[in-house]
């Protein structure tokens, strides 16, 4: 059974090694930016770390699996990022700002169909599932990302309707991830579901931390500035709960409406919904949903082979917010 230590310098040597075609540049160019800009590798690492459960090494039919997950992810914030406008990426410019929207949306296009290359090289035995898995959780992710461009348009959402976006949008993902591992390795069909629900409570977990740093963590950690949910009015689970708790439901939407077109007012914004934020204890509130998400997917996984090492994953991917 591989160490942290093992998967982690695998994941390194598998994105130093990743190769795009040179030509044309205009195309290709900005996936080779993204996968060089880095980030976190946490779903090629989840799927290597589930197949570790259950094979010995890392061959390339798995090795490709969990760069094709990446590679994906990556499809997915490119685009995410023209849409919201988003001038960062990593604390680096974004691929919309530097190649232009159209360059970008074509580039994302691209990376999208290679991310399905990479996963032909998967075992014959396992493919279908592995395909039929994929292709799934790749609607689910735009299903998700629909959802949340919607609530754009709306005062509030439920915390419901909240909690099913971001199982689409990021849960699926991580829950793809570490089920892509266990099929790969050929694992009983119980332990991949398992591992799916784990990923899938972690990625809700995931998500709630990131709404957190958002608003409360260190731009030079998070890689991007803090405070632009809030800029942009975005349904975070700070704001739901927020709208969900408060008695004054107005003094929330005041603040929404509150111009963005300076420097000043953007500080000014931020500075107002923090304040309702820490009167209704939001913060105190989002920490305790990151534990108890993150404590559910500990427990999916109890039984396992080696349940320690995805509880120090969980761990590593929130304890930031916890």
């Not at 890689?223 to 689970?237: E, Q, V, Y």
């Not at 919904?273 to 996984?301: C, Y």
């Amino acid at each position: 059974m591989a160490s942290e230590n093992q998967i982690e310098k695998a994941v390194a040597a598998l994105f130093q090694d990743i190769r795009f075609p040179h030509e044309p540049r205009g195309l290709y160019d900005p996936l080779r930016y993204m996968i060089e800009i880095g980030g976190k590798r946490i779903r090629p690492t989840l799927c290597l770390t589930a197949y570790s459960l259950y094979k010995e090494g890392f061959p390339q039919e798995v090795l490709q699996c969990a760069a094709a997950l990446e590679v994906f992810h990556s499809f997915t914030l490119i685009h995410d990022d023209i849409m919201d406008r988003s001038p960062l990426r990593r604390g680096k410019s974004t691929v919309w700002t530097k190649w232009g929207e159209d360059g970008a949306i074509l580039s994302g296009d691209v990376m999208c169909i290679d991310a399905y290359r990479r996963l032909a090289s998967a075992p014959a035995e396992a493919l279908p599932q592995v395909l039929d898995l994929f292709s799934t959780t790749a609607a689910q992710v735009c299903e998700g990302q629909q959802y949340d461009m919607e609530f754009e348009n709306v005062d509030s959402v439920s915390m419901q309707d909240y909690m099913k976006m971001i199982g689409l949008k990021t849960a699926v993902l991580l829950a793809c991830s570490a089920k892509m591992g266990a099929l790969v390795a050929g694992a009983p069909q119980e332990d991949a579901e398992a591992l799916y629900r784990y990923g899938h409570a972690l990625g809700l977990a995931f998500q709630v931390a990131d709404d957190y740093l958002d608003t409360y963590g260190d731009e030079k950690v998070f890689g991007k500035p803090i405070g632009g949910d809030i800029i942009n009015n975005k349904k975070t689970w700070l704001l739901t709960k927020a709208m969900e708790l408060t008695q004054d439901k107005g003094r929330l939407k005041e603040i929404m409406a509150l111009p963005v077109e300076t420097k000043e007012q953007k500080v000014a914004k931020i500075m107002f919904m923090k304040s309702e934020f820490n009167k209704l204890e939001i913060p105190q509130a989002a920490t305790a949903q990151v534990r108890l998400l993150s404590d559910q997917a500990v427990q999916e996984v109890a039984s396992l082979p080696d349940p320690d090492i995805l509880r120090n994953f969980a761990e590593k991917l929130v304890g930031r917010a916890k």
